[in-house]
């Protein structure tokens, strides 16, 4: 059983930053994808980023050159940095982590607004 406690979500002003955190617990090794993703109000859940084996990292479009993520695997903890943030960008913010299930944190809210 794995699981993921996200942290770092909240308000800030459009063109701020934020770090987001999710420190997974449980069976998962460095092999297996993390990444996160974004539900905004009645709108689907959207794809942000994912980092797998090695490093390797892909971005959605919409947050390419502003988000960046990494990953602390003797902390199996993977981490999203937010910057230049706009109010499109307030949604939900989950994390996952890709085993022979994948497993979903609790989300964390980010607000973009002034």
């Known amino acids: 059983q794995v699981q993921l406690v996200e942290s770092g979500g909240g308000l800030v002003q459009p063109g701020g930053s934020l770090r987001l955190s999710c420190a997974a617990s449980?069976?998962?090794?460095?092999?297996?994808?993390m990444g996160w993703y974004r539900q905004a109000p009645g709108k689907q859940r959207e794809f942000i980023a994912i980092i797998r084996s090695g490093g390797v990292t892909n971005y959605a479009d919409s947050v390419k050159g502003r988000f960046t993520i990494s990953r602390d695997n003797a902390k199996n903890t993977v981490y999203l940095q937010m910057n230049s943030l706009q109010p499109e960008d307030t949604a939900v913010y989950y994390c996952?982590?890709?085993?022979?299930?994948?497993?979903w944190g609790q989300g964390t809210q980010v607000t973009v607004s002034s």
């Open positions: 449980g069976s998962i090794a460095s092999i297996n994808p």
């Open positions: 996952y982590v890709a085993t022979v299930k994948t497993y």
